[in-house]
């Protein structure tokens, strides 16, 4: 059974910090792995996709690396900004390396950017 | 680009009603997910469908069922409603072979979701 845990569960910074979200799972047999962004009482946004055979995906100033064998995953975001506050979730498949699977998310890193 | 399509947006019912819920995944997409989201708590997996096949069932209670039409749209339909049953439900899509019968990306795309509250 796949589990993900998120660490920190909070974090308040100023503008303009680099900062990193950690995710750990449990089952590293997976096809790929996501991060999301929710907004209070919102959908999810799909942030990054990384594919198993990848070891980080980028887009704008985000940035995902990804570690199979120790079962980790960072999301690292430059130059922080008030409009990044939200919850980042990261999920896990939980169906082996197999497309299609569900997914197990983490608790989510509730993120504070100050002005 | 289009994205997942769920209705309605907001539901209220009361205890022991039926409800239905409708999700319409991005074209060409062949995975159907269904997510269910309490209050201060991740997301927790129901069910999914694969080419209008059920391909995978989780906590999903049994007064709940759902299904996947021709046209590749998905209902989720809740009866005996609980208090406890008062959530965000989400569906999601993705691609897990593309048009050549090769593997897809197989990115789960979320729907906006439905607010169902239980009075």
């Known amino acids: 059974k796949q589990e993900v845990t998120q660490i920190p569960a909070a974090l308040s910074v100023p503008e303009g910090e680099n900062l990193v979200l950690n995710c750990s799972f449990t089952?590293?047999?997976?096809?790929?792995l996501q991060w999301f962004r929710q907004d209070p009482g919102k959908g999810l946004t799909s942030l990054l996709l990384?594919?198993?055979?990848?070891r980080e995906q980028t887009s704008g100033r985000l940035n995902a690396s990804l570690d199979k064998s120790s079962g980790r995953s960072t999301l690292y975001i430059a130059a922080s900004q008030p409009g990044d506050s939200a919850t980042y979730l990261c999920?896990?498949?939980?169906?082996?390396?197999?497309?299609?699977?569900?997914?197990?998310f983490g608790e989510g890193t509730q993120l504070t950017v100050n002005p | 680009a289009a994205g997942v399509i769920q209705s309605p947006r907001h539901l209220i019912k009361e205890k022991r009603e039926t409800a239905t819920l409708k999700c319409y995944p991005i074209?060409?997409?062949?995975?159907v997910y269904w997510y269910q989201q309490g209050p201060g708590q991740d997301p927790q997996f129901l069910i999914s469908?694969?080419?209008?096949?059920?391909?995978d069932k989780g906590s999903i209670p049994d007064r709940f069922s759902a299904q996947q039409f021709s046209d590749y749209h998905s209902e989720l339909n809740m009866s005996s409603l609980e208090l406890g049953d008062s959530a965000l439900y989400f569906c999601?899509?993705?691609?897990?072979?593309?048009?050549?019968?090769?593997?897809?990306?197989?990115?789960?795309?979320f729907g906006p979701g439905t607010r169902l509250t239980v009075l």
């Open positions: 074209p060409r997409h062949d995975t």
């Open positions: 990384i594919q198993s055979s990848q």
């Open positions: 089952d590293s047999a997976i096809y790929n």
């Open positions: 469908f694969y080419e209008k096949m059920q391909s």
């Open positions: 999601a899509s993705s691609l897990r072979f593309n048009l050549a019968g090769g593997p897809g990306l197989d990115e789960q795309f």
């Open positions: 999920a896990a498949p939980s169906g082996g390396e197999t497309s299609g699977s569900r997914l197990t």
